[in-house]
């Protein structure tokens, strides 16, 4: 089946720990995007990526790195700098950026949680 | 000014209502815009895209106003299914802005 998947679905990290969600798409998507969101709010944009080897900050890309080095995947690292890293992580694909009737399609997410 | 604005709701509806939701966005050069469902706990999932004639799907229908920067989505005859969180989504070119989500729950 093509899709996009996401793991862990759920990850504890410590303080000052770095830790890496994956993100993989067999959906043959140029364009991949890293999300977050907190609770009764909506999706931010953390980085995204329009082609293998590279990638754009989002809004609140601070605390955040990423690497492109293959098409189907696209993993987040959130560093020891994020203070508040706690929230419902979602990684995304398209097709191509800047095409009128582009769409996105999620992964299940991951479930970051601070011990 | 955000981007993208949705009224939280919740929209509390018995099954069978017709219910409506707007979407304003601040960008009058967007470029596509669309409307996602999210289940709690879950991944938002690709409900409809909106274009400028307005599309129906089943008991869904959208419309897009550019001329008032607005989105809308009505839903016919509600099931209980129907009950989850409705982003309005709007692409410019490289980025796409999510609303906030309108909740709606469908009572029996």
């Known amino acids: 089946d093509g899709g996009i998947t996401q793991s862990p679905k759920y990850l504890f990290r410590k303080e000052g720990q770095n830790v890496t969600l994956s993100c993989e798409q067999n959906?043959?998507?140029?364009?991949m995007y890293w999300y977050r969101q907190d609770p009764g709010q909506g999706l931010r944009l953390i980085y995204y990526s329009q082609i293998v080897n590279d990638f754009q900050k989002g809004d609140i890309a601070e605390g955040y790195s990423v690497s492109r080095e293959k098409k189907e995947s696209f993993p987040l690292t959130v560093t020891s700098a994020q203070k508040n890293p706690t929230a419902f992580y979602l990684c995304a694909s398209s097709i191509r950026t800047g095409g009128l009737k582009e769409t996105q399609y999620f992964g299940p997410g991951t479930r970051l949680l601070v011990l | 000014r955000k981007e993208v604005e949705q009224d939280p709701g919740p929209f509390n509806v018995p099954e069978g209502a017709t219910v409506a939701f707007n979407c304003t966005y601040s960008n009058s050069a967007s470029q596509s815009f669309f409307w996602y469902r999210q289940d709690c706990r879950k991944e938002p999932k690709l409900l409809m895209s909106?274009?400028?004639s307005g599309n129906e799907d089943g008991r869904f229908t959208a419309q897009l106003n550019r001329a008032s920067q607005y989105i809308s989505l009505l839903i016919r005859d509600s099931k209980l299914s129907d009950s989850a969180t409705y982003l309005c989504?709007?692409?410019?070119?490289?980025?796409?802005?999510f609303g906030s989500g309108t909740k709606l729950n469908v009572k029996p």
């Open positions: 989504v709007v692409n410019d070119f490289n980025k796409f802005y």
């Open positions: 959906l043959n998507h140029d364009a």
């Open positions: 909106v274009y400028s």
